[in-house]
């Protein structure tokens, strides 16, 4: 079955670029929409947007102006940037499969990577 | 955005209880609510879709009704390894997605 698995830095300075990628084993990129949540410690879950396979993307408008997710399908990965972090990034960084239904209001997230944490510090 | 709201924050029970967690939307949603559990140190696990379907070897104990604003996520007889932290999500609205504070579950 299809898993995932992320990584990149666990620890970024404040004001620099936190990146993370997700690499996709066990089937195929193409044709899903591909997603990172996020969840600061002892917090709830966060969506930050997500890629689909063709290149197109939907960020979360709180996150929008700091954000950039991108697809490789030779690599079967994506990735997650985001810009200027501040201490209230740190979190653990999960990448997840968005599942739908075509053309309905139904979509879900599955399966799901491990997460990484992540943390702002100098 | 959509805000979706939990009840209760954490919440004690024994195992064979009957279990409600709820969760209200700030807007109506239909049915397009999801439900995950999450385990200490883990990725949340998909429990439940589109309001009632059971994802795909999850206990048939475990079930969701609701429509609208109003849902429920119900475990009929409370195992030990459903000590959890329990999340609702919805996707009415992609743009953002949002998700419930999350229900800790304890054992009494």
């Known amino acids: 079955q299809v898993q995932l698995q992320e990584s990149g830095a666990g620890l970024v300075k404040p004001s620099e670029t936190l990146s993370l990628t997700c690499t996709v084993s066990?089937?195929?990129?193409?044709?899903?929409?591909w997603t990172w949540i996020r969840q600061p410690p002892g917090k709830g879950l966060e969506w930050i947007g997500y890629?689909?396979?063709?290149?197109?993307?939907n960020y979360n408008p709180s996150l929008k102006s700091r954000v950039t997710i991108s697809v490789d399908t030779s690599k079967n990965q994506f990735s997650l940037k985001l810009s200027s972090v501040t201490a209230a990034d740190t979190a653990v960084y999960y990448c997840a499969r968005r599942v739908d239904i075509a053309s309905t209001i139904f979509s879900w997230f599955d399966p799901w990577g491990q997460g990484t944490l992540v943390t702002v510090s100098s | 955005d959509i805000q979706m709201t939990q009840s209760p924050s954490s919440l004690s029970a024994s195992i064979g209880d009957r279990v409600t967690i709820t969760c209200r939307a700030s807007q109506s949603i239909s049915n397009s609510l999801n439900w995950y559990q999450q385990k200490p140190g883990k990725a949340p696990k998909l429990l439940i879709y589109?309001?009632?379907s059971l994802q795909s070897g999850v206990p048939s104990r475990f079930g969701g009704s609701g429509s609208g604003t109003d849902f429920t996520l119900t475990i009929s007889s409370l195992q030990p390894e459903d000590f959890a932290t329990y999340h609702c999500q919805q996707s009415f609205s992609t743009h953002p997605y949002t998700f419930g504070q999350g229900t800790k579950l304890e054992s009494k």
């Open positions: 066990g089937g195929s990129i193409s044709g899903y929409f």
């Open positions: 589109a309001a009632s």
């Open positions: 890629v689909y396979y063709s290149g197109s993307t």
